[in-house]
Nanobody, 118 residues
Framework: VQLVESGGGLVQPGGSLRLSCAAS????????MHWVRQAPGKGLDWVSI????????YYSKSTNGRFTISRDNAKKTLYLQMNNLKSEDTAVYYC????????????WGKGALVTVSS
């Protein structure tokens, strides 16, 4: 299993970024996928989940409708569109594969750093 995030970087407050996560080594369309983030010096913070066919999506309250998760099963890629970014969104963003239960994340990428600063 390999998960590779991309699309991170420096953005000003109010700006937007789209993260991507390229998946390989497993049947991508058979598993739900998550985004999780970790701000500097803090613990892991779950962001969002999308079911294997994209029919159900859930977000943490911290996203406040600013983030959109999506997936392209043909491309085996997970996305996170982030709009109206705030300084508190600064974090390393990880994509993670669900295990047999969506509450379990059994494989993680190495993360993409998002820095929101003027």
């Amino acid at each position: 299993v390999q998960l590779v995030e991309s699309g991170g970087g420096l953005v000003q407050p109010g700006g937007s970024l789209r993260l991507s996560c390229a998946a390989s080594g497993f049947d991508y369309d058979s598993y739900a996928m998550h985004w999780v983030r970790q701000a500097p010096g803090k613990g892991l913070d779950w962001v969002s989940i999308i079911t294997r066919d994209g029919s159900s999506i859930y977000y943490s309250k911290s996203t406040n409708g600013r983030f959109t998760i999506s997936r392209d099963n043909a491309k085996k890629t997970l996305y996170l569109q982030m709009n109206n970014l705030k300084s508190e969104d600064t974090a390393v963003y990880y994509c993670a594969k669900s295990g047999p239960s969506t509450r379990v994340m059994d494989y993680w990428g190495k993360g993409a750093l998002v820095t929101v600063s003027s």
